[in-house]
C-alpha cells in the first residue's frame, strides 16, 4: 500500500486537496487499490480559504515520515493565514524530512512557497502561482528555485510544482502515476470521466 500524507496547513484551498482526495480515493475503490491518503493538519481543526471547516484524520506532530510514500501540499491565500501556517517551521522539517528519504512531493500552486523556504527546491527546477505581477514566482525565485514561469507543471527529480488550481488534478494523476503505473493511472483518469 503506497501511503500519502495531505500535509494541510490552516488556510488552504479546498479544491487543491480535494483532488488528491478524489484520485487516490477512486485508485483505492476503482484503480488497482495500492493508495491510502491521510489527512494531516497543522492543527486539529482548519478553515480553508473559503471557510470550509476541516478536522483531519492527525495532526504534524503525529507524522512518522516511514510510514508515507509521498506529501502533496496545496496552495492557499495570504488573507486566510496560509502562509503563517506554511511557513512553521515543523512544515518546514517535514517538507526535509521527506525529501531526505526521496520520498515524492507534490505541490500545488503556492504550494510550492514552503517547499522553496525549506530549502529542498535550492537550484532545482520548479515553478508556483503564475499571475501578471509574478510575486510568487519571484518568491519562489529568492529561494534559489530556477523557476520555470510558463510550464504549467514540473517535476523535478522527486518533486511535483504546478503554477495554479487548474493544474490540481493534472498534478494529482502525476502523483498517481508515479506512484504506481502510467497503465494505472490512465485506467483511473478513464473511468473518472478525464480520458475516453
Known amino acids: ?13 479546498a479544491v487543491e486537496a ?14 488497482d487499490g495500492t493508495t491510502e491518503l491521510v489527512t ?25 515520515v516511514d510510514n508515507f510514500d509521498a506529501l502533496t501540499l496545496p496552495g492557499g491565500f495570504e488573507f486566510a493565514q496560509f502562509y503563517e501556517d506554511a511557513y512553521r517551521e515543523d512544515v518546514l522539517e517535514l517538507i526535509r524530512a521527506f525529501n531526505e528519504k526521496n520520498k515524492i512531493i507534490a505541490s500545488i500552486c503556492v504550494g510550492a512557497l514552503p517547499l522553496g523556504k ?5 537550484g532545482r527546477n520548479a515553478t508556483t502561482y503564475k499571475s501578471s505581477s509574478s510575486l510568487r514566482q519571484q518568491q ?12 504549467p ?4 527529480g522527486n518533486i ?26 490512465l485506467e483511473v483518469k478513464r473511468l473518472m470521466g478525464f480520458v475516453k
Open 40 to 64: 494531516v493538519g497543522t492543527r486539529k481543526e482548519l478553515t480553508c480559504t473559503w471557510n470550509f471547516t476541516v478536522i483531519p484524520e492527525m495532526v504534524i506532530e503525529d507524522v512518522i
Open 160 to 185: 511535483i510544482t504546478s503554477y495554479n488550481p487548474a493544474t490540481a488534478f493534472d498534478v494529482a494523476f502525476k502523483l498517481l502515476e508515479m506512484l504506481t503505473s502510467e497503465e494505472n493511472c
Open 140 to 151: 519562489l525565485a529568492a529561494f534559489g528555485v530556477n523557476v520555470q514561469a510558463d510550464t
Open 1 to 13: 500500500m503506497k501511503r500519502i500524507c495531505l500535509l494541510l496547513p490552516n488556510g488552504f484551498e
Open 18 to 31: 480535494s483532488v488528491f482526495t478524489d484520485v487516490m480515493g477512486w485508485n483505492q475503490v476503482e484503480g
Open 118 to 122: 525549506s530549502g529542498v527546491l535550492s
Open 153 to 156: 507543471i514540473v517535476v523535478d
